[in-house]
């Protein structure tokens, strides 16, 4: 069976921070589903970009970086603004994941609440 | 420059139907954004799939199908509710697109009074 | 430890046969979390009461048929219209329970799907 | 007639603050209505545990505080973020009551605007 | 001092009948507050117009009827979609008003448990 | 053809510096909608008045400058959140218009991104 990782960011520029947490990921999973959080936000300093400019953002930095299309999902999920709920969100956005993949304390707390292994 | 286009669906579920439209559309341009509208619903007898059940179905079929991943962009957009602005948010969650797909009137009307070229 | 179920319901209005549920499933469990769902909604044919005016007639209700306040949690809690994240929803508002009493389908799915045991 | 008052509260934690406010507030009416505020939201610095969770801290500390779970109604009521409709969305989910306790001078402001005596 | 009065339609589109209500209660107040209600749909079978059409519709219909433009208010509001929030919305958005027109069973009902004088 | 302008300000409260602005502005077109933005909020220290209060402000201040009542259309608009929506959103709630008046950067560039003339 596919093994497959979910990775959250804003991507508010995606940079190549975000690149090798992404490449050192895929090493330990089939598929990484890529979440694109914030997505309802644009025009504002911390949040400049577009979700369907962070999409083609994201995309052509894997595809230069020669990750497969395959390998990756790439889905923009809007905040639901409620810590509460967010888990079940992304959830409902995203093929299911077994794997979670941060270093953001509240995400690792939620995730894990909800029983996720987080990594 | 690649030509863009746009197409819209729910999705519940995807179908031949759709396959086919899908096929003829990537006929006329480089790249297609399929946009899996209504993307917040799911459990409910018309719209029973989870906007992820709903990607893993579309991308699975295309791959089947021989469709290069490059080729298409699949996109989660929740409804807005609002029609006036419901282009403006397909606008934001998507690459920039030229041309649109439709079959349906009011998506015909929306996009068309928006200015873009509808087939 | 102490055993918690939950039971949902609109209670417009609040009837015998919810009345008898109650009774029924106190015999099972030491303490039931009452949720009043739709919370937000009043005024309406299918909704006339407030959540504050279902929460006098539920506690009376259960207060003349002996039933004692500690024994329950009565709570309102507002729809969140996305089925995918009621659950979570619920959880949220009430404290925690392990056993949940339903007849209706999709509460029975949504809860079996998170992983409770639905009676 | 039995007098009802209303006391707000994020209880974020509930402290020995807000047990004596509602052990002053309880000599003046017969019954209270206690709101627990912001209900839907948690895992926050500023707002870290959910509407249910604080249910349960407020329940139990008035239950320690030998106060009877019949002279109180706790209700959580989410924040609806719009000061011209607060009182309304209060007066929704809550018990009919007359009299207002606070020290919170918009609080004060919004009811004494609404006609409440507030004390 | 002067006499508000409020009078609300969604005006989908304005037709004579509503024109003929208006001219009746300018008689009776001095001024009149005109609730373009719905203000945020349009576009579908029951609600075709923005609330910019509308507002040029009602005013361009009183110009013609040769009512004084310093005689109305005409003021657009989005429905909150919570009949217990409802009044309030209304009050938020408009000038302050004493008296209400309406025939709609649920406004009337609204209006006078807020204490309004219904006409 | 009549030529129509747009201002918009959140008017908390309206100066003589908004007073000249559509002064000048009166000077280069037809008629004026007059945007009164973030219409929903009221009773905060930077967003004192409701939009009726501001709606009441603004005309009365226009009528004592001898402004004809048949210049301007005073519109309450009720903020999106979203930058990528709000264009849209000022579109469904005005009548037509052709060119926007501002100093105010992001309101600039969004009007200009959609395509008007901005001045």
Redesign the interface.
């Known amino acids: 069976m596919v093994t497959r990782g979910l990775y959250v960011g804003r991507f508010q520029p995606f940079h190549i921070g975000h690149l090798d947490a992404i490449k050192a990921v895929l090493k330990e999973v089939d598929e990484l589903v890529i979440v694109i959080g914030s997505?309802?936000?644009?025009?504002?300093p911390n949040n400049p970009f577009?979700?369907?400019?962070r999409?083609?953002m994201v995309?052509h930095a894997l595809?230069e970086a020669k990750i497969?299309?395959?390998k990756v999902?790439i889905?923009?999920v809007?905040d639901?603004h409620?810590?509460?709920?967010w888990?079940?969100?992304v959830?409902?956005?995203?093929?299911?994941f077994t794997v979670v993949f941060t270093n953001e304390p509240?995400t690792r707390?939620?995730f894990s609440e909800a029983g996720y292994e987080v990594r």
């Not at 997505?39 to 504002?44: F, N, T």
């Not at 577009?50 to 400019?53: F, Q, R």
């Not at 409620?82 to 709920?85: I, P, V």
């Open positions: 997505a309802q936000y644009s025009h504002k577009t979700a369907g400019e999409l083609v995309r595809q497969a299309d395959s999902w889905v923009p809007p639901v409620l810590h509460m709920l888990v079940s969100a959830e409902g956005y995203t093929p299911k509240l707390r939620l």
